[in-house]
C-alpha cells in the first residue's frame, strides 16, 4: 500500500530525513513515535504531498512519485488525494456547522450533488458519534468533538490511507479517549493508517508495527511487544524510559 524508499528531506541546510524507508501493507497500522523536531511529521507532510522530499520515492496504492527529478503539480495532487489528513489542530471552517465541514470537499472537490453528498456526511457523523452534533458549528463543540469531525471529514474523501499528525496532542486529558476510539474503530475495520503520536498505549494495542525517528533516521522499528517491552537500541531504551 506505502511505499517509502531513500526518502530525504532538507530545509536549508538543515537535513530532517535522512535516507527514510518505510513500507505499509494495506490494512495495516503504522505509529511513529519518536522526540520532538526528529522528522515525525515531516515524513507525514511529505506522504501527504505538503512538503516535497529532495530524494527518493513514495508509492502510495499503486501511484508512485519519484523525487529525484522535476515532479509536477499533477503528481502531487493525485498522491493527496489517496491520503486523509488529520492535524493537531481541527482546522474546522468557523463558519460553517459540524456536517457543513464534512462535505465541503465533497461539495466543491469531488462536485457530488448536495444531497447525495448531505447522506454520506450523516452517515460519517454517525460513523464517528457526532451525528446528533451535525448543525452544530465548531465553538459549540469540545476539542474532541471537533477532532472527531476533523476525521469524518478526511474521511469523506474516500482516502486509501488515513494520516494522523499528533491528533491528541493539543485535547484535554479527558477528551483523549473518544479521539483515541474513533481511531481504534478505524483500525479495526481494515483502514491503513500511519499516525504520529505519544500515546504510547494506544500504538501498543493497535500499531502493527512502531517506529523510532531520531534525528531524521529510522533508529529502530518492529512490532510494538518488541519496541516497548525489548527495544534493541540504547537510544529507544532512553527515548523510553523518560516517556513511560
Known sequence: ?????GLQKSFGQLEVLKEVNVEVPAGNVVVIIGPSGSGKSTLLRCLN???IPNQGSIEIN????DFSGKVSQKQILTMRRLTGMVFQSYA?????TAIENVIEGLLTVKKIPKKEALSIGEQLLERVGLLAHK???????????EQRVAIARSLAMDPKVMLFDEPTSALDPELVSEVLKVMRDLANEGMTMVVVTHEMKFAEEVADEVIFIDDGFIVEKGEPAQIFREPARERTQRFLSLIR
Open 92 to 96: 474546522l471552517f468557523p463558519h460553517l
Open 135 to 145: 448543525n452544530h458549528y465548531p465553538v459549540q463543540l469540545s476539542g474532541g468533538q
Open 1 to 5: 500500500m506505502i511505499s517509502v524508499k
Open 62 to 65: 499503486g501511484t508512485s512519485v
Open 49 to 51: 504531498g505538503l512538503e
